[in-house]
C-alpha cells in the first residue's frame, strides 16, 4: 500500500530535512478512508428507497393493477398535465429568459431573483398564493369569474401549479445559455443586413436549442412530480386534479400494492429523463 | 463609392480617435499594436459600437451623425465583416452560410443558395457547399468568410486580422488569394492586420493606430522610408520584392537578381527581406559568403530613434537600417556610391499566386515604390 510505504520513509526524510523545534508529522489515515466511508453512506442512503421500491413491488400483480382505469386515468391526466404545463413554460419562459439574459433594465437582479423563487419555496406557499391570486377570493378571481372561467379545483389548474413551480427551470437552463453564448454569430448576422427578428429565428435558437430541450426535459420531470402545489391548488379529484403522485399518496392508505405500482411508473418516467438528459450531466463534471 | 469617416469612441480607459478615409476600390490597411484601437475602429465603422462624436460617410450617405441623432443600424448599413474568429454560423452549411446574407435581404431561398455556390466556387471551394464549418480547415473557413461577406453586396469591405488564424503554409496560399478578391472588389476595403507582410502585400494605404490615435499614415513605401517612430521603422520596415523565381534566383521585376537559395520555387515569388538583414559597405566587398552582392546609391538617409533607416537606389531598390555610429564612421550621406550585400538566408519566399490581379505589380520594383 502507497500509504505503508510513505509512512516507512516520510520520518527518515523529514529528520535530515527540517529544524528540530518542528513537529514531526504525523501519521494520517489516506483520504480515501477519511472521504470514502461517508461517500458509501450517502450513496447507500440515495440508493436504499429505489432497492426498497423494486423489492417490494408486487411483480406478479403488475400488469392488473396497472390495468386499473384509475390508474390509467392518473397517469393520462399527469402526463397531460405535465406536457401543457412545460409547453407554456417554453412559450412564455423563453421570452422571459430571453428578456432577463439580454436586456439590461433597472430591478433587472431583483426580477431574476423573482423568477427563481419558486425553485426554493415549498410548494405549498406556492399553493396558497396561487388561490389567493386565481382563486374565487383571490386578486384576479372576480376578474375570471366575470368571464366564466374557475381555475382552482380543475384540471387546468394542476396545469398552472404545475408551470409555477416548474416554469424556472427552464427559464435559468435557457437564460444560462442565452448568457453563456457570446453575441458574436448575431454581430455577425448583423452585419450581413439580417434584422433582429430573423437574428432571432435563424441564429439565436437553433445555437441554444439543446438548452431549451434540456431545460424542458427538466421543466416537464419537474412538473411531473409536482404535490405541494397541485393538492393546494386544485385539489385531490379523481379524474380532473388527481395527477400521478396524489394518486400514490392516496393509495398508499387504501392500497399500498397499488401506491408501489404507480411509484414504479414515475420511477420508470423519471429514469427515461435522466437517459434523455444523458448527454448533459451523466457526464463527469469537465473544466469549460 | 467612398469612405469618410471622423470616428471618436470613448469608454472607460480608452479612447479612439481617428480619421479614416478611403476611396473604392482601394484597400487601407490599419496597423498597430495590440490595444490599439484597430478592433474597435472596425466595429465602430460597422456600428456594432456606437461613436461617442464624429460622423461616418459612406458612398455619400451620412450613416452615423450622434450631433443630429443620426445612426443606421449595423444590418442597414450594407458594411461587409470578416471576423478574425470567421464567426461561420456552426449549425449552417457553408452554403447557408454564404447565402444568409441574401436570404436575410429577401432573396429567394433557391436564389440565395444558388449565388452561394458561385462564390463558393470562385474562392476554390466547390464540392465543400454542404460542410458545416467544423468540417472546414482554417484555410477553407476563412474563404467561407470571405464569400460569406462579399456576397451581400457590400459597400464597405472590413477584415479584422483576416490570416492571424491560419499556419504559415495556409497563410502564403490565403494572402495571395485574398489579394485577387480585393481586386475584384469595388468599394473601399480595411484591413486590420499586424502583420506588415499582410499590410504590404494587400494594402495600397497605411494608417498607422496606436492608443486610438492615428501616428502616420500613407502609402506604404513613403512609410516605410520615412516611419514616424522607432515603433513604425519596426512594424512598416520589410522589403518586399516581386519577381520570377527559377532554380534558387529569383527575377526581381524591375531589374535584379536575388539569389535565395530555395530551389523549390519556381513562378511568380515574393521575396521578403528585414532591412536589419542588409549589409553596407563604402568600398567593392572582397569575396564573402554573402550570395547577394550589388552596387547602389543612398537616396536617403532618416534618423528614427536608435537606427537609421537608409533607402538605396539600387536594382533591386532596398531599404536598409544601420546605426547613427555606422554613418558616421562610414561618413554616409545622400547621393554617396554603396555597396549592398544579402546573405541568401536571410531572404524568406513565397510563391505568388495572383499577380496578374494586382494592377500595382508591374510597377512594385522595390518596397512598392
Redesign the interface.
Known amino acids: 500500500m502507497t500509504s505503508g510505504a510513505g509512512a516507512s520513509l516520510t520520518p527518515q526524510a523529514t529528520d535530515s530535512l527540517t529544524s528540530p523545534d518542528r513537529p514531526r508529522p504525523r501519521r494520517r489515515p489516506s483520504l480515501l478512508v477519511v472521504l470514502g466511508a461517508p461517500a458509501a453512506i450517502a450513496l447507500a442512503f440515495l440508493l436504499l428507497p429505489l432497492i426498497g421500491l423494486l423489492v417490494r413491488a408486487p411483480w406478479r400483480g403488475l400488469p392488473q393493477l396497472l390495468a386499473d382505469p384509475s390508474v390509467r386515468q392518473a397517469l393520462r391526466l399527469s402526463l397531460m398535465s405535465a406536457t401543457l404545463a412545460t409547453v407554456f413554460s417554453l412559450m412564455v419562459g423563453v421570452p422571459l429568459a430571453w428578456v432577463l439574459a439580454r436586456r439590461r433594465f433597472p430591478g433587472r437582479r431583483l426580477v431574476r431573483a423573482l423568477v427563481l423563487l419558486p425553485l426554493v419555496l415549498p410548494p405549498v406557499v406556492g399553493g396558497v398564493g396561487m388561490l389567493y391570486a386565481f382563486g374565487r377570493r383571490g386578486v384576479l378571481g372576480p376578474a375570471l369569474g366575470a368571464v366564466g372561467i374557475s381555475l382552482p379545483f380543475s384540471t387546468a389548474g394542476v396545469v398552472l401549479a404545475e408551470a409555477f413551480v416548474a416554469m424556472p427551470f427552464l427559464v435559468i437552463t435557457v437564460e444560462g445559455a442565452l448568457a453563456g453564448s457570446d453575441q458574436r454569430y448575431e454581430e455577425a448576422a448583423a452585419t450581413l443586413g439580417a434584422s433582429d427578428w430573423t437574428t432571432f429565428r435563424r441564429i439565436t435558437l437553433p445555437l441554444i436549442g439543446p438548452s431549451v430541450a434540456a431545460g424542458a426535459v427538466l421543466c416537464f420531470a419537474r412538473a411531473l412530480g409536482e404535490f405541494g402545489a397541485t393538492i393546494t391548488f386544485a385539489g385531490n379529484l379523481p379524474g380532473t386534479t388527481q395527477t400521478m403522485p396524489l394518486a400514490v399518496y392516496v393509495a398508499l392508505e387504501t392500497n399500498p400494492e397499488a401506491a408501489l405500482a404507480l411509484a414504479l411508473v414515475l420511477l420508470a418516467v423519471s429514469i427515461l429523463i435522466l437517459v434523455a438528459l444523458r448527454e448533459r450531466w451523466l457526464r463527469p463534471a469537465q473544466p469549460a | 463609392m467612398s469612405l469618410q469617416a471622423r470616428l471618436r469612441v470613448e469608454r472607460a480607459g480608452f479612447t479612439l480617435d481617428a480619421d479614416v478615409h478611403a476611396d473604392a476600390g482601394e484597400v487601407l490597411g490599419v496597423l498597430g499594436p495590440n490595444g490599439a484601437g484597430k478592433s474597435t475602429l472596425l466595429r465602430a465603422l460597422?456600428?456594432?459600437v456606437p461613436l461617442t462624436a464624429g460622423r461616418v460617410e459612406l458612398a455619400g450617405e451620412v450613416i452615423e451623425d450622434p450631433a443630429v441623432g443620426r445612426r443606421l443600424?449595423?444590418?442597414?448599413?450594407?458594411?461587409?465583416?470578416v471576423?478574425q474568429?470567421y464567426?461561420l454560423?456552426?449549425?449552417l452549411s457553408a452554403r447557408e452560410n454564404v447565402a444568409?446574407?441574401l436570404r436575410?435581404?429577401g432573396t429567394p431561398k433557391a436564389d440565395a443558395r444558388s449565388h452561394a455556390d458561385s462564390w463558393l466556387a470562385r474562392l476554390g471551394l466547390t464540392g465543400l457547399e454542404g460542410r458545416r464549418p467544423n468540417e472546414l480547415s482554417g484555410g477553407q473557413a476563412q474563404r467561407v468568410a470571405l464569400a460569406?461577406?462579399l456576397s451581400?453586396f457590400p459597400r464597405l469591405l472590413l477584415m479584422d486580422e483576416p490570416l492571424a488564424a491560419l499556419d504559415v503554409a495556409t497563410r502564403a496560399a490565403v494572402r495571395s488569394e485574398l489579394r485577387g478578391q480585393l481586386a475584384l472588389f469595388p468599394g473601399p476595403a480595411l484591413l486590420v492586420t499586424h502583420d506588415s507582410l499582410d499590410a504590404l502585400t494587400l494594402a495600397d494605404r497605411l494608417l498607422i493606430l496606436d492608443d486610438g490615435r492615428v501616428i502616420q499614415a500613407g502609402p506604404a513605401a513613403a512609410i516605410a522610408q520615412r516611419p514616424g517612430s522607432p515603433y513604425v521603422a519596426k512594424l512598416v520596415g520589410l522589403n518586399l520584392l516581386r519577381g520570377t523565381a527559377a532554380a534558387g534566383v529569383i527575377q526581381v521585376d524591375g531589374g535584379g537578381l536575388l539569389v535565395t537559395g530555395d530551389s523549390s520555387l519556381t513562378g511568380p515569388a515574393l521575396a521578403v527581406l528585414r532591412p536589419s538583414s542588409v549589409l553596407l559597405q563604402t568600398t567593392a566587398p572582397h569575396p564573402s559568403s554573402a550570395r547577394n552582392v550589388w552596387p547602389g546609391r543612398l537616396a536617403a538617409l532618416e534618423t528614427i530613434g536608435d537606427r537609421v533607416r537608409v533607402t538605396i537606389a539600387s536594382a533591386p531598390q532596398l531599404l536598409a537600417d544601420v546605426t547613427p555610429q555606422a554613418v558616421a564612421e562610414m561618413r554616409l550621406s545622400a547621393g554617396d556610391d554603396v555597396w549592398v550585400s544579402v546573405k541568401a538566408t536571410d531572404i524568406d519566399t513565397y510563391p505568388d499566386i495572383y499577380p496578374g490581379l494586382d494592377p500595382e505589380v508591374d510597377e512594385s520594383g522595390g518596397a512598392r515604390t
Open positions: 460597422a456600428g456594432l443600424a449595423p444590418q442597414d448599413r450594407r458594411i461587409g465583416m471576423f474568429d464567426r454560423f456552426p449549425h444568409f446574407g436575410s435581404a460569406r461577406a451581400a
